[in-house]
């Protein structure tokens, strides 16, 4: 299985409105996705975070590349900062360990331009 955890926090209070549109059409989008086994999100120390499970890598990004999710990202780069990690597991991680290595081994997040 393929874990993703993402955890995002909006550059400014203005930027909430958009962020929040795009998050929910990506968040719909996840929970309907094929191949996804896990989609659940929380904030933690104002960074809204995702954890999502797939049965494969190839899944997550066939999600991550189609829309809305894709105009989710073009649209983040502008309006939050954060970072994104994923992995390989056996089984879904609990919160606590997936934002361990969010933390330790995430990448900075970079949105892609229009």
Known sequence: MYVSVTGLKVKRFWHLPRFWWHAMRSFRQAQRAPGVRLVEVRNVKGY???????????????????????????AFGDIATGRTYGWEADAPPNWDDALAQWREKGRDYEGRSK
């Open 48 to 74: 809204q975070h995702t954890l999502t499970c797939w049965h494969s890598r190839r899944d997550m990004l066939n999600f991550m590349r189609s829309r809305p999710h894709i105009d989710a990202i073009r």
